[in-house]
């Protein structure tokens, strides 16, 4: 039997690259790798711990299959973030006028859910009981970005 030891890359089309490669630079702060040859004006590739992520020019900017929230394909892929970054994360996000889904804590795993140029659906997960996050401070709550604050919820 074939063991797969993790994922190897999540690529997807964008309608502008330069700007997409801005935005996954710039606002979610990962790198161009060296690991595999980037096409500018083609395609990019992005470090993103020990996966990759890729982003290609579309070609047909008629048709638009995202991911998205509801029917088939692709719902959302994630970013594992540190539980002391988490908020941070959405601060950063807002300064940059990224339109945030929602985001929750649970005891075990924290979740925020957002918006690329494309609108692409993506995720930051956090761990902080993995993460060594004090109990008192893995609550359940969750995220209202109209008000900037957190709620407790049952």
């Known amino acids: 039997m074939i063991k797969i030891i993790g994922i190897d890359h999540v690529a997807f089309n964008v309608r502008d690259l330069d700007k997409s490669l801005e935005f996954y630079t710039k606002v979610i702060g990962l790198n161009i790798t060296a690991r595999e040859p980037s096409k500018p004006g083609i395609e990019y590739f992005l470090d993103c711990g020990p ?18 929230n509801e029917g088939l394909g692709a719902n959302h892929f994630s970013f594992r973030v540190h539980s002391n970054d988490f908020e941070g994360m959405i601060a950063h996000l807002e300064t940059h006028h990224t339109k945030i889904e929602f985001a929750k804590k649970r005891p075990k795993s924290w979740s925020l859910y957002f918006y690329d140029l494309d609108g692409n659906k993506l995720e930051a997960t956090a761990w902080p009981l993995e993460d060594g996050i004090p109990e008192n401070k893995r609550v359940k709550e969750i995220y209202d970005s109209k008000t900037k604050s957190w709620k407790a919820y049952s």
């Open 51 to 68: 996966s990759l992520l890729g982003i290609i020019q579309a070609k047909d900017l008629e048709t638009s299959h995202l991911f998205a």
